[in-house]
């Protein structure tokens, strides 16, 4: 029997199903629903193996019946620590009495089965009583430059903006879309009119069936019972935190994006839901917790001071035929489970054999878990179901066919990444296709740190190295360049610079993201290793066609692309894209400096961003008075900051960007110099206020901000040794000033990092390659220190004792 996966992309996108329930009892129970087994596993697309391991840790067997099993780790449920801040009571009580009823397809068992309808009421209302003080409070959610956190973000969320996130950055393709929600409507594909037209016998002689199936959604029951605005938004914004699990991702929705969601999902509630208020009742409490140990609740659920309480039988022992059982006349003593005939025929087939000869691939089972295959598809299995693609698109609806809209097929994805690459994908901080609307989430390392070995292994990858695969690679860099200028320019952007209508990913630093044997083999031949992909071949039937460079070598042109790609940065760019750019508004610094106020992803809402002739560049926030970031080479494309004004932000076009986390302060007391109470004193920045900058006969701005009654001037200025120099001048007048000059001592933070060192008494470093250095005549002292606090980040400080009506000093940086 064939295994159903072997590669990954990892991208299970969930969010909250619009289908709602109500809490009566069905008259047909409800069965747990696991989607991997629902897709896949019923209708015999993947092992017995693996279908039944499958089954065992999403119902949570292994919670009570240990195993020695690696791969068998339970599900369990969600975190109960705050239960009493985030979850309505009502919905609670319900919940209990009733698992599948208030919540059809939960995999939580009905551990209340046995009692009578009085019993039931009475245990339901101790457990609810107990939950109700777990309490935990909402994080305060700090906001940036770039991600602004209004006061009360989640009463603020937009209906209509809510249901345009939902159905579109990945939420549907675990659940159900609003059937009165309307797309742009993507053209049907040519598989999807052929599957139109197939009965299902042709179906399954042409091994079209799992394609035309259609894709049932997770259910979540009824929402406006269980949430309110402010615990639903928390929970989208950071799912983690409640769900353990990883079954739930983390879609990196901003706060503000995950208020729209959950007002989009909460917009038919009449009443807000309200939190449980703490019961009072310190015995019905005491009750709660001994049901909550006695049931084995806390086998599945985290609660700070319970141990586990698991069963004697381990897993290997059990007799899952046996007649009684959690799934089969369970006793008062056993939880409910609700199980389908197939999810039962499939759960003890071959169980009298032993775990470790039933055991399937690692990586496999952990794909089917987390739902991988609700986006992705490997070795013609998985995918977007065929009814929801509609709702995956390009941003702007730009259309470049199925492979720029949908998340991209996972075969032999073990040979293409790099491990590090994986890495970085399956921690959501893989992002190369903007165009796609559709989002990669976060997902915990736990459970996805042995995936890329796991998966490399599975699909045989070759690992050689750049030198095996490509031998020496001087002097190729220049004929790569015009490779890249008479082919892949055409639809590959490089460096964020393309030829107009572009779309796709970018090609810069794509000799970190793939591995070398890959790179040939897919530029040999594309369809060998990506079916239905749009890129061409420049080399059919293993001849070049371009004959004049490298002597038509295939072989050596693929070198050269690569030795390119992984070099660009030291190279011009094709010469193709330098001509289109030439009619575009970049910025470039000739004779004297360009100020340009405008919006950054870093230096904020507020920047004003100065370049160089020197062709050394900064950012300065003008909202909090600071240095934010500083870069070599290119300056700044001007584009956004005239036409589209919002989108996008303005980004160096430069390298070597370099971040500058340091403040100026005071105080009216003298702390000791390096005491580890010093950041007491000065921890929270005195408030500045920008009062413009002067351009000096060179061009080159004077920033003033007024602290307390204290005027700051501060003049950035690049030496052509590739040197910044900050130059500061403080001014105190005595009708102004709020603090006693007298005892005014001003504390600056020159340099901030996980690993600073002292280079000399006037010179340090942090482990960014970023170096401070004060001139010997400095008025500054500079030491080093850190608070319990923050133990992984270390300061550079100087308190200044001069006369407080007027402070020189000069700060110079380097990197």
Excluded at 107 to 123: F, I, N, Q, R, Y
Excluded at 140 to 164: D, R, Y
Excluded at 529 to 541: A, D, G, I, V
């Amino acid at each position: 029997m064939r295994v159903c996966c072997h590669s990954i992309s990892i991208v299970v996108f969930v969010s909250l199903c619009v289908i709602q329930s109500s809490s009566h009892v069905h008259a047909e129970p409800a069965k747990h629903f696991i989607a991997a087994f629902d897709r896949f596993g019923k209708h015999d697309e993947i092992d017995e193996a693996l279908t039944r391991e499958l089954l065992i840790t999403e119902l949570s067997c292994t919670a009570c019946h240990q195993s020695d099993e690696e791969a068998l780790v339970a599900k369990g449920g969600p975190n109960l620590e705050g239960a009493g801040t985030r979850l309505s009571a009502e919905w609670l009580h319900d919940y209990l009495i009733n698992p599948q009823g208030v919540k059809p397809g939960t995999t939580m068992p009905d551990v209340l089965h046995g009692l009578s309808d009085a019993e039931k009421e009475k245990v339901a209302v101790a457990l609810t009583a107990f939950l109700s003080t777990q309490q935990s409070p909402f994080p305060q959610l700090k906001a940036t430059g770039l991600i602004p956190v209004t006061h009360e973000f989640w009463l603020k969320g937009s209906v209509e903006e809510g249901g345009k996130l939902y159905h579109s950055v990945g939420c549907v393709a675990c659940h159900a879309p609003d059937s009165d929600f309307e797309t742009a409507g993507s053209t049907s594909s040519a598989l999807d009119r052929l599957i139109e037209q197939l009965d299902p016998e042709e179906l399954k002689e042409l091994g079209l069936s799992g394609a035309a199936r259609t894709v049932n959604s997770i259910p979540h029951g009824d929402l406006n019972k269980k949430y309110t605005l402010l615990s639903l938004s928390h929970f989208l914004h950071n799912p983690d935190r409640d769900r353990p699990s990883g079954r739930m991702p983390n879609l990196k929705l901003l706060p503000s994006e995950a208020a729209d969601i959950a007002a989009y999902l909460l917009r038919s509630q009449k009443k807000s839901a309200a939190s449980i208020v703490p019961s009072q009742d310190a015995q019905l409490i005491a009750e709660g917790k001994k049901y909550f140990m006695e049931l084995r609740c806390v086998n599945c659920h985290n609660i700070k001071g319970i141990e586990s309480n698991p069963a004697k039988t381990p897993l290997a022992n059990l007799n899952l035929k046996s007649e009684q059982s959690c799934f089969t006349n369970s006793t008062m003593k056993q939880p409910a489970y609700v199980l389908s005939e197939e999810q039962i025929t499939k759960l003890v087939a071959d169980s009298d054999k032993s775990e470790s000869q039933a055991t399937a691939s690692h990586h496999d089972l952990r794909m089917l878990q987390l739902n991988c295959f609700a986006c992705h598809e490997r070795d013609t299995l998985g995918g977007v179901g065929r009814k929801r693609q509609q709702y995956f698109e390009t941003v702007g609806h730009v259309d470049i066919g199925d492979e720029g809209r949908l998340p991209p097929s996972l075969t032999h994805v073990g040979k293409k990444l790099t491990p590090s690459w994986f890495a970085r994908v399956l921690d959501g901080k893989g992002d190369i296709r903007p165009h796609m609307t559709i989002r990669m989430p976060i997902f915990s390392k736990a459970l996805t740190r042995q995936l890329p070995k796991q998966i490399a292994i599975a699909d045989e990858v070759n690992a050689a190295s750049e030198k095996e695969v490509f031998g020496d690679l001087a002097n190729l860099a220049q004929p790569g360049r015009q490779l890249l200028n008479t082919g892949c320019i055409q639809c590959h952007p490089l460096r964020g610079e393309s030829l107009a209508s572009v779309v796709g990913t970018d090609l810069n630093g794509v000799h970190n993201r793939v591995r070398p044997a890959w790179f040939k083999e897919f530029l040999r031949n594309p369809i060998d290793l990506k079916q239905r992909t749009r890129m061409p071949t420049f080399f059919p039937n293993g001849v070049s066609s371009n004959p004049d460079i490298l002597a038509g070598d295939v072989d050596q042109q693929i070198a050269a692309i690569w030795a390119y790609l992984k070099e660009n940065g030291k190279h011009p760019l094709p010469e193709k894209i330098l001509e289109a750019r030439s009619k575009s508004f970049e910025l470039v610094p000739t004779d004297k400096p360009i100020v340009l106020r405008t919006f950054m992803g870093k230096a904020g809402m507020h920047a004003i961003a100065v370049g160089f002739p020197e062709k050394i560049h900064f950012a300065f926030d003008a909202e909090t008075c600071q240095l934010v970031e500083a870069w070599k080479g290119r300056f700044l494309d001007a584009h956004g900051t005239w036409f589209d004004r919002f989108t996008p932000l303005a980004e160096p076009l430069g390298t070597n960007r370099i971040d500058f986390h340091n403040s100026l302060s005071y105080g009216n007391s003298k702390p000791g110099g390096g005491s580890t109470d010093v950041l007491q004193h000065f921890g929270k920045l005195i408030k500045k206020d920008f009062v413009g900058y002067q351009l000096d006969q060179a061009g080159i701005p004077t920033f003033r901000y007024k602290m307390g009654g204290y005027l700051i001037e501060e003049r950035i200025v690049p030496a052509k040794s590739g040197e910044l120099h900050r130059q500061f001048v403080i001014k105190s007048s005595a009708e102004e000033t709020t603090v006693e000059t007298s005892k005014v001592v001003f504390l600056f933070k020159l340099l901030t990092g996980k690993k600073i060192e002292k280079v000399d008494d006037k010179t340090f470093v942090n482990e960014s390659g970023l170096t401070v250095k004060l001139p010997a005549n400095s008025p500054l002292t500079p030491y080093v220190m850190h608070t319990p606090e923050r133990p992984l980040e270390n300061f550079c400080l100087s308190t200044i004792h001069s006369q407080p009506e007027r402070i020189e000093f000069e700060v110079v940086y380097k990197w």
